[in-house]
């Protein structure tokens, strides 16, 4: 299916697991050069591999905490 996002950005929370990760992937596949966020650096970062490694498009990892304004305000 081609969505026209190719070459296009986007943003997952809850990326690293689960319907996120789904999403990631398939926006990767898409196209997209896509940002995971999640609370824990290490399945980001094994995500983000792993969804490289099968799209050959960029993932960024970057761990948030939507309970922390800090974080938010950081995004």
């Known amino acids: 299916m081609d969505l026209g996002l190719k070459d296009k950005k986007a943003f997952v929370g809850g990326g690293s697991r689960g319907i996120g990760k789904a999403i990631a992937l398939e926006l990767a596949r898409e196209g997209c050069d896509v940002v995971i966020a999640s609370r824990t650096q290490s399945a980001l970062e094994e995500t983000a591999k792993e969804i490289e490694d ?3 498009r960029k993932v960024i990892p970057m761990v948030l905490d939507v309970t922390s304004r800090e974080y938010v ?3």
């Open 54 to 56: 099968i799209t050959g």
């Open 73 to 75: 305000d950081r995004v």
